[in-house]
């Protein structure tokens, strides 16, 4: 069966979400010849923002910042950490669940002044 643009129908759909998060939704047609489900998944994600901690400690000793991650999304996260540069520290992974604030717990140790 092949379908050309005549056999097209176009279905606009407005979504305004208040939160980031995942939602989900079934659009269901029903004619006297056919029925159709579709199901919709919208990931919604918050702006960007940027951070910057700065770390003061004497050579050869540790700070720990503990940087919150909220979860308003509507599933468990289940986050990888990549650190760079030398003397930062901080555990692979971290879960959040759903609607929950998880600390991360960034640690610097300095080998030399820097």
């Not at 079934?26 to 004619?31: A, D, E």
Request: glycine share 6%; aromatic share 8%.
């Amino acid at each position: 069966l092949i379908l050309d643009r005549s056999d097209a129908v176009e279905l606009p759909i407005k979504f305004i979400p208040r939160l980031a998060g995942c939602y989900h939704c079934q659009i269901l047609l029903k004619s006297s010849s056919d029925v159709r489900v579709y199901k919709i998944e919208c990931v919604v994600n918050t702006d960007n923002c940027e951070a910057e901690l700065e770390f003061l400690t004497p050579a050869y000793q540790s700070v720990i910042q503990d940087i919150p991650i909220r979860n308003v999304s509507s599933q468990d996260w289940k986050l990888k950490a990549i650190l760079e540069g030398q003397g930062f520290y901080g555990p692979p992974l971290i879960n959040v669940g759903l609607g929950e604030t998880a600390l991360y717990p960034l640690m610097f140790k300095p080998l030399a002044e820097c």
